[in-house]
């Protein structure tokens, strides 16, 4: 049962337009929601978190939107630029623990 | 300096063998993680280790065994092992239970 959601397996985007990525979660109980980036033949590195008493959290060029009610999140990057071309994974975590939760990742491409 | 080291990154292996991936972390963190990506790409968390003792043991078969000599080293060592672990096997850290997991750069494994 997958409790975590990227519905978008891959997204195209020009550069200097927005990104956007979504991510979806069955699990009321999560608290904490973040993004990982990862290109090949790497680990996945930290992006951006959210807390789910806050519905916004914004770092440079990426800003992360939680909406409780729809239990959605969602990356926005702008600009976007080539270097951003990789699969973002979201991920989310009760805070009973410190077990991650990870969708399936979202591929982003991000054209010249 | 390599925060989170997994060693080696490509392991290409018979059925049945039993094999070790090792994971070095030099930031001082107090807690440890393995996670497995299949085929479908998902991440799912394997094992969590905090200063030490093991806090987190998903569903694995007891094929798979966890050893932490110390709060920087988790390594993970695999029995008999089977066509299905082949994957791609992610090593990470983080500062406490709650803080964000810097990750590895993986270990390709493959059972032939």
């Known amino acids: 049962d997958q409790q975590v959601k990227q519905n978008s397996p891959s997204l195209s985007v020009q550069e200097g337009r927005i990104s956007i990525l979504n991510c979806d979660y069955t699990?009321?109980?999560?608290?904490?929601f973040l993004w990982y980036k990862k290109y090949p033949a790497e680990g996945p590195t930290f992006l951006i978190s959210i807390s789910s008493i806050k519905d916004k959290n914004e770092d440079g060029r990426f800003t992360v939107f939680l909406n409780k009610s729809a239990k959605h999140l969602s990356l926005h990057i702008v600009p976007s630029q080539p270097g951003d071309s990789a699969v973002y994974f979201c991920a989310a975590r009760r805070n009973a623990g410190n077990m991650l939760t990870f969708g399936g990742g979202t591929r982003l491409m991000v054209k010249p | 300096d390599t925060a989170v080291s997994q060693t080696p990154k490509y392991l290409v292996t018979q059925m049945g063998n039993d094999k070790s991936i090792k994971c070095e972390q030099n930031l001082g963190h107090d807690t440890m993680y393995w996670y497995k990506q299949d085929s479908k790409k998902f991440l799912k968390i394997m094992f969590s280790?905090?200063?030490?003792?093991?806090?987190i043991n998903e569903t694995v078969p007891n094929r798979f065994s966890p050893k932490s000599p110390d709060k920087a080293h988790l390594n993970l060592h695999i029995n008999s092992l089977e066509l299905g672990d082949s994957a791609v096997y992610f090593c990470a850290s983080s500062q406490d239970r709650y803080g964000e997991a810097f990750f590895g750069q993986g270990t390709r494994l493959t059972v032939v």
């Open positions: 699990n009321s109980m999560f608290d904490y």
């Open positions: 280790y905090n200063n030490k003792e093991l806090i």
